[in-house]
């Protein structure tokens, strides 16, 4: 059972949206800090957003007010809404769950801006 599964990536123009969603199963979702990362060839995966288990958030300079991290604990999922895309916003997203060191990663999903 994989435990975190991305979906929603795309090709889109620069200017539009996209919603990420990242679906959890076989652990405590609810009690862990989710964020989603992202990261492109030959660079070092960053990190975009978080939202701890009480739902307050953090985002990385880059990406403030262009993208929302939020979260469904009884679906289990985390979102990530992207709204006025850039090209600079192309990579792999990846989504994370961390608890005192305990760790999950998704396998990622590409986001391509583009026009």
């Known amino acids: 059972q994989v435990p975190l599964v991305e979906s929603g990536g795309g090709l889109v123009q620069p200017g539009g949206s996209l919603r990420l969603s990242c679906a959890a199963s076989g652990f405590a979702f609810s009690i862990y800090a989710m964020g989603w990362y992202r990261q492109v060839p030959g660079k070092q995966r960053e990190w975009v957003a978080g939202i701890s288990s009480g739902g307050s958030t953090n985002y990385a300079d880059s990406v403030k007010g262009r993208l929302t991290i939020s979260r469904d604990n009884a679906q289990k999922t985390v979102y990530l809404q992207m709204n006025s895309l850039k090209f600079e916003d192309t990579a792999v997203y990846y989504c994370?769950?961390?608890?005192?060191?305990?760790?999950?990663w998704g396998q990622g999903t590409q986001v391509t801006v583009s026009s």
């Open positions: 994370n769950a961390l608890l005192y060191g305990r760790e999950f």
